[in-house]
């Protein structure tokens, strides 16, 4: 199972994951909006790429939020909060 997730987990940091990509592993993931979490999702990804150390956050996150109870939910407030307080995608470059 921990591979499976890891295997997810790395398409997830890919900048230029082909189109539908996070959809699907958003959708294996659990989430009930996949393409909505899609979408928040590439709000917080760099378009450079994401460092190496920067990754292993994103990793850590990811597997936060698959196991919260609504991970839609916890997305979404992730993704309005950083709105409001820098731009959502340096925060996992940070």
Do not use: Q
Not at 3 to 22: C, Q
Not at 32 to 44: C, V
Not at 58 to 78: F, G, K, Q, T, Y
């Amino acid at each position: 199972m921990e591979n499976r997730f890891e295997k997810l987990a790395a398409t997830l940091l890919e900048p230029e994951a082909i189109d539908g990509a996070y959809d699907e592993v958003f959708e294996a993931l659990g989430f009930g909006d996949h393409r909505k979490a899609s979408t928040l999702w590439k709000k917080l990804l760099p378009p450079t790429g994401l460092e190496p150390a920067a990754a292993r956050h994103a990793e850590v996150l990811i597997s936060e939020l698959v196991r919260c109870p609504d991970p839609d939910m916890a997305l979404l407030n992730l993704s309005r909060y950083l709105e409001m307080i820098v731009a959502p995608s340096s925060f996992l470059s940070s």
